[in-house]
């Protein structure tokens, strides 16, 4: 069974940093090619930033470019989303995703395997 679990989330201030975790299990996680997402409320589910199966390739929205970096270490099964200069506008539940087959940059539903979330609030 493949299993995504995400932490890391909590309450940052304004220009503040948070290192968001995520743990696969499942299918072997080299395969994998990973993204993460974000939710606010009423909203739809939107692309954050994405990571190739070997890590030799990024991607970003324009939104968080510059701020954020998705990183992944294989070893331990676990990719990362480290954002920086945090805004009130980044508030939302965040998600990794994961799929054997999806190109960079894809939107959510086009991944199979999702995790439970963790809530990201940007207040001062």
């Known amino acids: 069974q493949e299993k995504l679990v995400e932490s890391g989330g909590g309450l940052v201030q304004p220009g503040g940093s948070l290192r968001l975790s995520c743990a696969a299990s499942?299918?072997?996680?080299?395969?994998?090619?990973l993204g993460w997402f974000r939710q606010a409320p009423g909203e739809e589910r939107e692309f954050v930033a994405a990571?190739?199966?070997?890590?030799?390739?990024?991607v970003y929205a324009d939104s968080v470019k510059g701020r954020f970096t998705i990183s992944r270490d294989n070893a331990k099964n676990t990719v990362y989303l480290q954002m920086n200069s945090l805004k009130a506008e980044d508030t939302a539940i965040y998600y990794c995703?994961?799929?054997?087959?999806?190109?960079?940059?894809?939107?959510?539903?086009?991944?199979?395997?999702w995790g439970q979330g963790t809530q990201v609030t940007v207040s001062s």
């Open positions: 995703a994961a799929d054997y087959s999806v190109r960079l940059g894809a939107p959510s539903t086009e991944y199979d395997y």
């Open positions: 990571i190739s199966r070997s890590g030799g390739n990024t």
């Open positions: 499942g299918r072997p996680f080299s395969g994998y090619a």
